[in-house]
């Protein structure tokens, strides 16, 4: 089955910090990748859409400045927490898809970032 | 976005079915039910999907009802490692060329138990 490598699965930062967490897609050209956010004992929250070639589309409240998304090729996108501080600490996860829109989307096996 | 209601909690018995009900009484005429379900700490695991018919693979069988107003996942034969929080997602087409995206409610956490 397709399979979805994020990397990497942990990391612990200083606050103030640049963090930058890598999504794979192994076996197929991903034309679509999404980002979730999860706190806690919640659901998930996409955060942003990208799409390979063109700028990230950022859901309502999620500041495109501090959260940069690059998705330069068919097989990786990559999440950058810029200065990063304590209230980001969360599980980051990216899915990816296939075209068309009705194929399943594949999860990596998430992010836990930790700014201390 | 059609949105799903699905109960928070469910237990079932090792090696019997489970039966996880979720109402999407808003949903589309071309969106999809998906199901996905996540284990603690991991990304959340593709199960089924389905527009009209019901659907079975290796993992689980879905039934949507005709008016597509409701739909059922069942597990045949549960095992403890099923125990997981499920997701019932109606799927918001973006156009033919993009991806769309998967918006995740609050799911019912199922344990399995011995």
């Known amino acids: 089955g397709a399979v979805v490598s994020q990397h990497p699965s942990w990391v612990i930062c200083k606050s103030g910090t640049s963090v930058k967490i890598e999504c794979r897609s192994l076996?197929?050209?991903?034309?679509?990748m999404f980002w979730y956010r999860q706190f806690p004992k919640q659901s998930l929250m996409l955060m942003a859409t990208?799409?390979?070639?063109?700028?990230?589309?950022?859901e309502q409240g999620v500041e495109k400045d501090k959260f940069l998304i690059n998705h330069a090729s068919l097989t990786l996108s990559t999440l950058t927490v810029t200065s990063a501080h304590p209230e980001d600490s969360s599980f980051y996860i990216c899915?990816?898809?296939?075209?068309?829109?009705?194929?399943?989307?594949?999860f990596g096996n998430g992010t836990r970032l930790t700014v201390t | 976005d059609a949105k799903t209601t699905q109960p928070t909690s469910m237990d079932c018995a090792e090696g019997r079915a489970a039966n996880l009900p979720c109402n999407h009484s808003?949903?589309?005429?071309?969106?999809?039910v998906y199901w996905y379900r996540q284990i603690h700490s991991q990304g959340p695991q593709y199960i089924i999907h389905?527009?009209?018919n019901n659907e079975t693979n290796e993992m689980a069988s879905l039934i949507i009802t005709e008016d597509r107003k409701s739909s059922t996942l069942i597990l045949p034969h549960a095992t403890l490692r099923d125990t997981a929080v499920y997701y019932c997602?109606?799927?918001?087409?973006?156009?033919?060329?993009?991806?769309?995206?998967?918006?995740f409610g609050e799911g019912t956490q199922l344990t399995v138990n011995p």
């Open positions: 997602i109606v799927r918001v087409p973006l156009g033919e060329t993009s991806g769309s995206r998967l918006t």
């Open positions: 899915s990816a898809s296939l075209s068309p829109y009705n194929s399943p989307l594949h």
């Open positions: 990208s799409n390979e070639g063109s700028k990230a589309t950022y």
């Open positions: 076996d197929f050209q991903a034309t679509t």
């Open positions: 808003t949903i589309s005429g071309n969106e999809y």
């Open positions: 389905g527009l009209k």
